[in-house]
């Protein structure tokens, strides 16, 4: 295609310009930092610069082509200027690139270097402590004392009262510590974000919600950038399209608080949870709450489910229920889903009235809600769509209760009658919702988690609200939200577990075509649980989802140290060694494979159990459950399994050897 005069004009126009601040500049600054600033002797990489002569041209290839050209041009280099200056800032763009590969290929080169060989310091390290833990010259010599681990496994084996001990201690200390342990669904993830969702009394209208809550906006916004927030949404009033909660109106409003990143992110959201709440708090009538993103479930933490048949009778148990459990330290955000309703006017009509008067109930209670609320009488059509016309009475004549009592039921009657005459008008107050669970009206109390755990809210609730309410006896309260899938979730991951272990068992069983062996085998599962909730006590962490999982996870790691130990010692007795000198020889030849697996697998979760990124709360538990029981694990089977062989064999040759004849 070939380009137009005008298009070739444009392009040379804007070249040109773009031609002399590429070359000519550059070429000035170039001209002079050549002439002017001078090189030291020894920094030429192309070989020692001459003493009168220590210009910019003897110390880059770039500089000394530039000056060798500009020599050879002689009086046509005003001339060639421009071109010499451009081949100048490229090569010396390129030279300087090649230079930088090159010491950065050299200074990689040095560090994996350098890494290699504290890496082999390392190892010799960790070589020379596995050899005094454990000499392998015990395999000669069953009788050796040399080393730390021949001396613990022979005073194991002399000692079974103490390793029995030891193992009915570890399950003690299992149950008792694991009782201890705080419970929760998930651990909450904290994405450095939440929304205060925020209450005015019922009725209140749209512009007066704004006056009120444009202040809490406007001192948010002034302190944005000392809290640390980075986004602030408002909405005002409600969504009809996503609309979540049944009092949700007028006189709602939502605040989503994006925070700016930050490395705690747990403990900037709750400094800017808890000056927010202050803010609020300066509010009168106001209630709030906080809601954050939760993974895998959709309730609340806690929630109190009050049965009953009576609507005024459950918002009264409710609002004592609230009182009470809003006192508690470990449940915040304490409400109802039984709120006060909007105002409204309620009509009761006088049966007796409308018959002597000969009117039908339902002609006039349609006839007053049309004249009040209004009727579609027709349809405009424009266009692709028809707009419906609703007809009712002016503003004036329905503004008051008044105008609603004047209202004429019998239009072209001989006689008009008012409305106030055969139905009574009060202002009253309608039900916010009407929730019925299993054919059963139902009402809520919902909180999140204050102070301490899932499992805390939960035993909190259930003592308060048993110890402060006197319960009628068609009453009843159920505590469901979060708590009730983590019950229902423990059940179910209890039996992954015994059916994990179940697995583990029998795959044992047919490897050793033996019952006995994969039962000894199956103690080293006890003494990494021991570890797991001792992990979880120190480091102040909840059982969870996550660290069952874990658990479950680790009841399939922890038994191979004990197969290689087992294995080997059955092979060493099918050569012809005895019972004792077998299992130490098993057990110190075999030392050295168990603590490196086991090391390999801990430094292999060591940055997930470090809760580094974001999502970390979810990653850490998992590895700190598996890091934790599979170290007690490893030092723990290097003494109970040999000795839980030695009984078991002892046992063997005693009752079960077939006697000589």
């Known amino acids: 295609m070939i380009l137009s005069t005008e298009l070739f004009q444009a392009l040379v126009l804007i070249a040109l310009p773009i031609l002399l601040l590429v070359c000519c500049i550059?070429?000035?600054?170039?001209?002079?930092?050549?002439?002017?600033?001078?090189?030291?002797?020894?920094?030429?990489?192309?070989?020692?610069?001459?003493?009168?002569?220590?210009?910019?041209?003897k110390l880059w290839g770039s500089f000394r082509a530039f000056d060798e050209s500009r020599k050879r041009s002689g009086q046509t280099f005003l001339f060639t200027a421009p071109y010499f200056v451009l081949r100048l800032a490229i090569s010396f763009l390129l030279e300087v690139i090649g230079l930088s590969l090159v010491w950065t290929i050299r200074v990689l080169t040095g560090a994996a270097l350098f890494?290699?060989?504290?890496?082999l310091k390392i190892g010799s390290l960790f070589g020379r402590l596995f050899s005094r833990f454990g000499d392998g010259k015990i395999a000669d010599s069953a009788d050796g004392d040399s080393g730390v681990y021949p001396r613990l496994i022979r005073w194991a084996l002399a000692s079974p009262a103490a390793m029995l001990a030891l193992i009915v201690g570890c399950f003690g200390l299992t149950w008792w510590v694991g009782k201890q342990l705080e419970t929760e669904l998930l651990p909450e993830v904290h994405q450095s974000e939440f929304t205060f969702e925020a209450?005015?009394?019922?009725?209140?209208?749209?512009?007066?919600?704004?006056?009120?809550?444009d202040g809490v906006e406007k001192?948010?916004?002034?302190?944005?950038?000392a809290l640390g927030i980075d986004t602030l949404l408002v909405m005002y009033g409600f969504d009809t399209t996503n609309m979540k909660r049944s009092d949700e109106g007028e006189h709602s409003a939502r605040f989503k608080v994006l925070l700016k990143p930050s490395s705690k992110p747990s403990e900037a959201e709750e400094r800017v949870i808890g000056k927010l709440r202050a803010m609020f708090g300066e509010v009168p009538d106001m209630t709030t709450r906080v809601t954050r993103p939760v993974l895998f479930s959709s309730k609340k933490p806690v929630v109190i489910q009050i049965n009953g048949d009576d609507l005024p009778e459950l918002k009264r148990y409710s609002d004592e229920a609230t009182a009470l459990l809003s006192r508690e330290p470990a449940l915040a955000?304490?409400?109802?889903?039984?709120?006060?309703?909007?105002p409204e006017v309620q009509i009761t009509y006088d049966r007796q009235q409308i018959i002597r008067h000969g009117l039908n109930l339902s002609t006039v209670a349609n006839q007053v809600r049309d004249m009040v609320k209004g009727a579609e009488a027709t349809r405009f059509?424009?266009?692709?769509?028809?707009?419906?016309?609703?007809?009712?009475l002016a503003e004036k004549d329905r503004g008051q209760v008044a105008d609603v009592g004047k209202l004429t039921i019998n239009p072209g009657g001989d006689t008009p009658i008012p409305l106030n005459s055969i139905a009574k008008l009060?202002?009253?107050?309608?039900?916010?919702?009407?929730?019925?669970?299993?054919?059963?009206r139902v009402a809520l109390v919902q909180a999140n988690i204050g102070a301490g755990s899932l499992g805390t809210a939960v035993d909190a609730a259930k003592r308060t609200l048993d110890q402060g309410i006197n319960w009628p006896g068609y009453m009843r309260f159920f505590i469901t939200g979060q708590n009730e899938e983590w019950e229902r979730s423990r059940t179910s991951l209890y039996l992954a577990l015994g059916l994990s272990l179940f697995l583990v068992y029998v795959i044992m069983a047919s490897q050793f075509e033996s019952l006995v062996q994969p039962f000894i085998i199956m103690f080293t599962i006890p003494m990494a649980f021991v570890g797991t909730v001792l992990g979880l006590k120190m480091l102040g962490i909840n059982l969870s989802v996550v660290v069952f999982l874990g658990m479950i996870m680790l009841a399939g790691i922890v038994v191979n140290n004990a197969i290689v130990l087992v294995d080997y010692a059955n092979t060493l007795r099918g050569r012809g060694l005895a019972l004792r000198e077998a299992i130490i020889q098993a057990g110190c030849v075999r030392l050295r494979p168990i603590l490196m697996t086991?090391?390999?697998?801990?430094?292999?979760?060591?940055?997930?159990?470090?809760?580094?990124?974001?999502?970390?709360?979810?990653?850490?538990?998992?590895?700190?459950?598996?890091?934790?029981?599979?170290?007690t694990s490893t030092v723990l089977t290097l003494l109970v399994i040999p000795t839980i062989y030695y009984l078991f064999g002892l046992a063997g040759q005693r009752f079960f050897q077939a006697r000589e004849e």
Not at 219 to 225: A, D, G, R
Not at 381 to 390: E, F
């Open 598 to 631: 086991t090391a390999t697998t801990v430094l292999g979760l060591l940055p997930m159990a470090l809760g580094l990124g974001d999502g970390a709360e979810i990653r850490t538990p998992m590895a700190v459950a598996v890091i934790c029981g599979l170290l």
């Open 115 to 119: 890494g290699y060989r504290v890496l």
């Open 333 to 342: 955000d304490v409400e109802p889903t039984l709120r006060s309703g909007a």
């Open 426 to 440: 009060t202002v009253g107050e309608g039900p916010s919702e009407i929730r019925r669970i299993d054919g059963k």
């Open 199 to 213: 209450s005015l009394p019922v009725g209140t209208p749209l512009d007066q919600t704004i006056s009120i809550l």
């Open 381 to 392: 059509n424009r266009r692709d769509r028809r707009v419906p016309i609703v007809v009712r």
């Open 26 to 57: 550059p070429g000035a600054i170039l001209t002079i930092l050549l002439l002017v600033i001078p090189g030291g002797a020894g920094d030429n990489r192309f070989g020692p610069s001459a003493e009168n002569n220590p210009r910019l041209a």
């Open 219 to 225: 001192s948010i916004l002034k302190k944005k950038e």
